[in-house]
Structures are given as C-alpha cells and as structure tokens.
C-alpha cells in the first residue's frame, strides 16, 4: 500500500504489484510493474505512459487522476535502465530480435493480454478483435518535430488503414501537444464521443499556453494572408506529397 500525490494536492491510496515471467525456451526474465487504485477510486480503466524515442516507459502512476491501474514493462531487456538502441545487437553485432519484438510490440501486447501475439500466425480476424472490445487509436505528429518525420506517422497511419480496415476510413490528428489528451481518450472511449478537432496547448515560445484546434489528416492547413488561423481543406496534391511506397519489401511496411 501507499500513497502519492500526481503534480496537484490530491493524494491517491494504491497498491504496488510486481509480476515477473519467461517466455518458453527462453531466458530473459520480463518483469511487469503495476499499480492498483483503491477499489473505491477504480474507474475499470487501464493507463500506459510513453516516452520517446527509443525507450519505453517506467512511470505508473499518472492513470491514478483518472482512476486507472496502470502499469510498465521492463520488456526483458531492463527497459528500465536501458533504451532499446543500447541492447539491439549482441556482442557478435548480430540483431537482437528477442528485445527487437519486445521494444516494437509484443512487451506492452504481453502487458494488456488485449492479443495472444504468440499465437498470431496471421492479420485474419485481427481486425475484429480489435474493434470488438473497443480498441481506439489516438495518434497525433508535429510537423515540427525535428528527430522524427511525421510522414512517417502518416504512412503508418495509411499502412494500418489500408491492410487492416480496409475501406474503413477514421482520423488522425497531426499537431500541437495534447495536454488533455487522456480527457479526450475517455470522452471518445467510454462515450462514444469523437472530437471532429481535439484542443492542443502550445507549450513554448510566444504563443506559449495558448490552446489551438488540431486538425485531422489527410486535411491540411490552408491560411490566408497572415491570419493565425486556418480552414481545414482536402488537397490531393500535397497528400500525394506525403505518400510513398517500399517496393523492395515484399512484407507490409509499417
């Protein structure tokens, strides 16, 4: 048992569990880090901190605000001290595939049991499994970003839409930080309520806590003259821009 407080006056009574596992025929020892709100306090919700980046998360308290269990993974490979480029070759500079599978999916898959990964021999019926326990997705990019290109968020976005919805088509949101976006995740999840464009707070600079609405791929910003504001508009030939293919991959290229 005990208690803490999330970066306001408010303080949570939780309990701490940890769980550690192996995976058959193998020896890396996985251990689960978890934290349980008061029963009273339990809202049946399930939160997962990111990081950026090559290194997945440690921290399990920021769903106890929304009263949620919420939990990390040391993904086999000591996430908690390490990044994932520090372990992904061995000593030989052959791939590490073990941390490889565990870093791009299968620890936090493990983590949630939302999948059986380790029996996923192909994407059938993957798609219904997804949709029918009410999975959502909220993925968001700056354009800004200067490690990272969001095309490569907007072709992952195409990659899942097209192989596995098919002709199913939902958003986006490319842009500035979401500051409220667990708010946005609960209206959207547990209401059933999707924003047509979330609210997104500039951290820095001189526009610095100013909130701005996002807009949603494939839509892009179109200003006039030197208005701060934009209309949302469908241009064919800058989405086009940000379309491309791996025609020397014969797998599909997330």
């Given amino acids: ?24 025929g193998k020896g890396a020892k996985v251990v689960l880090l978890q934290v349980l709100p008061q029963p009273s306090d339990f809202k049946n919700r399930f939160y997962v ?57 299968q620890a936090l898959g493990e983590m949630t049991e939302l999948l059986d990964l380790d029996n996923l021999s ?13 999975g959502k997705l909220l993925h968001y990019h700056g354009e800004s970003d200067l490690s990272i290109p969001a095309a490569s968020s907007v072709h992952y976005w195409q990659s899942v ?18 500051q409220g976006n667990m708010d946005i995740m609960t209206i959207w999840v547990e209401n059933g309520v999707k924003l047509a464009r979330p609210n997104a707070t500039v951290s820095s600079g001189s526009f610095a806590g100013e909130t701005q609405m996002l807009r ?4 892009r910003p179109l200003r006039q003259g030197n208005s701060s504001s934009f209309d949302c508009v469908t241009d064919e030939a800058s989405i086009d821009n940000w379309t491309y293919a791996f025609p020397d991959f014969k797998l599909p290229v997330y």
């Fill in 161 to 178: 839409q097209s192989i596995m919805y098919g002709n199913l088509t939902d958003d986006a949101a490319p842009g500035p930080y979401l």
């Fill in 1 to 24: 048992m005990g208690s803490a407080s999330t970066g306001s006056s408010v303080t949570y009574t939780y309990c701490n569990v940890t769980v550690a596992y192996t995976h058959t």
């Fill in 122 to 134: 192909d994407l059938d019926n993957l798609t219904y499994d997804i949709l029918s326990s009410g």
């Fill in 49 to 105: 901190a990111d990081r950026g980046g090559f290194s997945l998360s440690s921290f399990i308290k920021g769903g106890l605000a929304y009263g949620a269990a919420g939990g990390a993974t040391d993904a086999g490979y000591g996430v908690f001290s390490n990044s994932y480029d520090e372990v992904s070759l061995y000593g030989s500079r052959s791939i590490n595939w073990d941390a490889a599978y565990m870093f791009g999916y």
């Fill in 216 to 219: 949603q791929w494939p839509t």
